[in-house]
T-cell receptor
Framework: SQKIEQNSEALNIQEGKTATLTCNYT??????LQWYRQDPGRGPVFLLL?????KEKRKERLKVTFDTTLKQSLFHITASQPADSATYLC??????????FGGGTRLMVKP | GAVVSQHPSWVICKSGTSVKIECRSL??????MFWYRQFPKQSLMLMAT?????????EQGVEKDKFLINHASLTLSTLTVTSAHPEDSSFYIC?????????????FGPGTRLTVL
């Protein structure tokens, strides 16, 4: 069966460090993959989209990699700030551009 | 960026009553809107895909007669939870895709917290 796995344990890092979050998937061949940020009690906010033929995508302090051989995407936040604390969701696009979400990883950046 | 609104943001109702949640795309036209449900500390689970002018497509395990979806215009979709029960208490989130884009991001609403007593 199709599965998307994100580390369910919270990631705690110190301000200024680089946060790296992992998204692994099985039995999928997504056309593209997206990363979203979700704050408590709020809807997700789109961050980045990376297509299957792209290895890396950057936006300001964010970087996403996509390895279709390993079936893995890594999401990096450089020079992390306490304001980056949130839950980060990866989502894979399937047929009809429908998204399937991973369970999310909660990031806590300590000052 | 594109904005999606939801109304109400929260609602408390008695068991057995029906609740309607509205999802609006404010500055773009959305041919397709999606309805998700999220339980505490869990991820978003797609309930149904709503296409303007046609019947919604429901995911496996989602009762179409309980969760009525109407997508009457390119900017409005509604989800009605009929005969709500406490187990329907959840965070309901809609999203919309801009009809001008072939693929890409979904714009999410702020969510509606439903509590059924």
């Amino acid at each position: 069966s199709q599965k998307i796995e994100q580390n369910s344990e919270a990631l705690n890092i110190q301000e200024g460090k680089t946060a790296t979050l992992t998204c692994n998937y099985t039995n999928y061949s997504p056309a593209y993959l997206q990363w979203y940020r979700q704050d408590p009690g709020r809807g997700p906010v789109f961050l980045l989209l990376i297509r299957e033929n792209e290895k890396e995508k950057r936006k300001e302090r964010l970087k996403v990699t996509f390895d279709t051989t390993l079936k893995q995407s890594l999401f990096h936040i450089t020079a992390s700030q306490p304001a980056d604390s949130a839950t980060y969701l990866c989502a894979l696009a399937g047929a009809g551009n429908m998204l399937t979400f991973g369970g999310g990883t909660r990031l806590m950046v300590k000052p | 960026g594109a904005v999606v609104s939801q109304h109400p943001s929260w609602v408390i109702c008695k068991s057995g009553t029906s609740v309607k949640i509205e999802c609006r795309s404010l500055d773009f036209q959305a041919t397709t809107m999606f309805w998700y449900r999220q339980f505490p500390k869990q991820s978003l689970m797609l309930m149904a895909t709503s296409n303007e002018g046609s019947k919604a497509t429901y995911e496996q395990g989602v009762e179409k007669d309980k969760f009525l979806i109407n997508h009457a215009s390119l900017t409005l979709s509604t989800l009605t939870v009929t005969s709500a029960h406490p187990e329907d208490s959840s965070f309901y989130i809609c999203s919309a895709r801009d009809r001008k884009l072939a693929e890409g991001e979904q714009f999410f609403g702020p969510g509606t917290r439903l509590t059924v007593l």
